[in-house]
């Protein structure tokens, strides 16, 4: 069965520090894809990133990095020098090749960020 | 261009009334999805069209729920003898192809009274 668990349900940085939010997964298949996805408060999902489970190379975006490990099934997010605009709520997701198109989202993580 | 629109943005409705919540994808997206997110949760996937028929309707929580595309395009879901336990955010989204990232519409709030 696939599953996400955001354990973090809330998260609170001062400005500038970095942060980072933790997902683990789990599924049966070899190959799947995950997700994070940000909330913001005005509800609209904004996509950040999707990667394959073929690809472990961590990646950096600006500000934004991820540190995928299959080790530990394992798929955080680190955002550096926090800003007040990254206050929102962060969704880690999979999606597995069985069922590709249906995305099964985490709980989430409510991050603010305190100026 | 244009995102994906649903409307309406807010529905009140009374328990027991039937509803319908419109999509509208990005153009030229021949795939597309509908969530349903509660309060405090992530979305909960409900349906999967590809171009004019639904590929899984797996998330869909009983007979009440039924969703259409008849072109190919707008995408319409539709809630019979609604229950206050309908009440949520529902959300749409579209993809260029099943596998491409998922692009997510503002979602219609649900009340049911």
């Known amino acids: 069965a696939q599953k996400v668990t955001q354990a973090q349900t809330e998260n609170s940085v001062v400005e500038k520090e970095d942060v980072t939010l933790d997902c683990v997964y789990e599924t049966r298949d070899t190959t799947y894809y995950l997700f994070w996805y940000k909330q913001p408060p005005s509800g609209e999902l904004v996509f950040l990133i999707r990667?394959?489970?073929?690809?472990?190379q961590n990646e950096i975006s600006g500000r934004y990095s991820w540190n995928f490990q299959k080790s530990t099934s394992s798929f955080n997010f680190t955002i550096t020098a926090s800003q007040v605009v990254d206050s929102a709520v962060y969704f880690c997701a999979l999606s597995d090749d069985s069922s590709a198109s249906k995305i099964i989202f985490g709980s989430g993580t409510r991050l603010s960020i305190r100026p | 261009g244009a995102g994906v629109s649903q409307t309406p943005s807010n529905k009140v409705t009374e328990k027991g009334k039937y509803v319908e919540l419109r999509c509208d994808p990005i153009s030229g997206h021949t795939a597309l999805y509908w969530y349903r997110q509660s309060l405090g949760q992530g979305p909960e996937f409900l349906i999967y069209f590809q171009g004019t028929g639904a590929a899984d309707d797996s998330g869909l929580p009983n007979d009440r729920f039924f969703a259409v595309r008849p072109e190919g395009s707008v995408s319409t879901l539709k809630i019979q003898r609604t229950e206050r336990g309908d009440s949520a955010v529902y959300l749409c989204a579209s993809s260029a192809d099943p596998r491409g990232e998922q692009y997510f519409g503002p979602g219609t709030r649900l009340t049911v009274t």
């Open positions: 990667r394959n489970s073929f690809d472990e």
